[in-house]
């Protein structure tokens, strides 16, 4: 199953906005939701795009697109009247079409600055036992973090504290993150919940959003999922991390969830590995950062 599921991300490489906005770009006049799914599907790289496949309503997968990318900041698309859709320039601001993995080494480093967190990137390909797709997806959280809070104690308290062992936030927190490139009303129910799903077990679990809305009423709406569920959201500033936000703070878990963290372990390598790198640091063995993700120059504190 490993394989199978190896062989997917190798075969499924394309996302369906890159077909939408490759078709919008050799578009000469601005088109409408059924012309973008006609050129769409007679598009070389078709094949190559899972979305597209999966869904059994494409022209709905086109429209949740074309809304997603008509918003934030920097939309990729601009709607022209009521029904036509053109990309938004010819110069496409690399960020708008930045992947979410792109986006690692920026929370990598903001995550250190901020929570003298350690993060490892956990690879959603690694995984040696799945029963399908879903489960994958809402399952393994994008990056995890280990901050050593033992190692802030004297060599005096430090032997103590070591016997409560890995789950005591006295001795490591575990943050868990979700990566997201743009959040909105259209996808900020799915986005939240895969977070809660992923990233409910850690002592602090956070959505990390490139592009947020942030008009007042959506803002009020993740307050409230918040206040409900305790994932924190993260304004990530992927070009300068020190300026990131946090918009809403996550609610601390006493306890990391012991028996998700070991489902985990079991089909994930990169987790299972992260999990002996913290047992290793509560031993207490200094920390190898080669047993984490590389952060980029830190010139500040937060």
Not at 198 to 208: D, E, K, P
Not at 232 to 258: C, F, Q, T, W
Not at 272 to 293: L, M, P, W, Y
Request: hydrophobic share 40%; net charge neutral.
């Amino acid at each position: 199953m490993f394989y199978a599921v190896l062989w997917r991300a190798l075969v499924w490489d394309m996302r369906l906005i890159d077909l939408i906005l490759s078709v919008l770009e050799g578009a000469d006049a601005p088109l409408s939701q059924g012309e973008i799914l006609d050129r769409v599907k007679r598009h070389p790289s078709a094949d190559q795009c899972e979305e597209l496949h999966r869904v059994r309503v494409p022209l709905s997968a086109i429209a949740r697109q074309l809304t997603k990318y008509s918003q934030g900041s920097q939309p990729a698309v601009r709607k022209i009247g009521p029904r036509k859709f053109e990309i938004a320039s010819n110069d496409a601001p690399p960020e708008t079409l930045i992947s979410e993995a792109e986006f690692h080494p920026s929370l990598v480093k903001y995550a250190r600055l901020r929570f003298d967190a350690y993060c490892k990137t956990i690879n959603a390909v690694k995984v040696n036992k799945i029963r399908n797709n879903k489960i994958n997806k809402w399952s393994n959280p994008d990056i995890v973090g280990i901050s050593p809070t033992i190692l802030k104690l004297g060599g005096l308290f430090r032997a103590e504290v070591r016997k409560l062992g890995i789950f005591s936030t006295k001795v490591l927190q575990f943050y868990s993150f979700e990566l997201k490139r743009t959040i909105n009303r259209s996808n900020i129910t799915e986005a939240y919940f895969q977070a809660v799903s992923n990233s409910s077990w850690a002592n602090y679990g956070y959505l990390v959003v490139g592009d947020l809305s942030m008009d007042e009423s959506f803002l009020a709406n993740l307050s409230r999922l918040n206040h409900g569920y305790g994932i924190g959201v993260i304004h990530l500033n992927y070009k300068d991390p020190e300026k990131s936000e946090i918009i809403v703070s996550a609610r601390e878990r006493e306890m990391a969830d012991i028996n998700f963290m070991n489902f985990l372990a079991e089909i994930n390598m990169d987790f299972h590995r992260i999990v002996e790198v913290a047992q290793s640091i509560a031993a207490g063995k200094d920390i190898n950062t080669d047993d984490f993700d590389a952060i980029m120059s830190i010139h500040t504190k937060i």
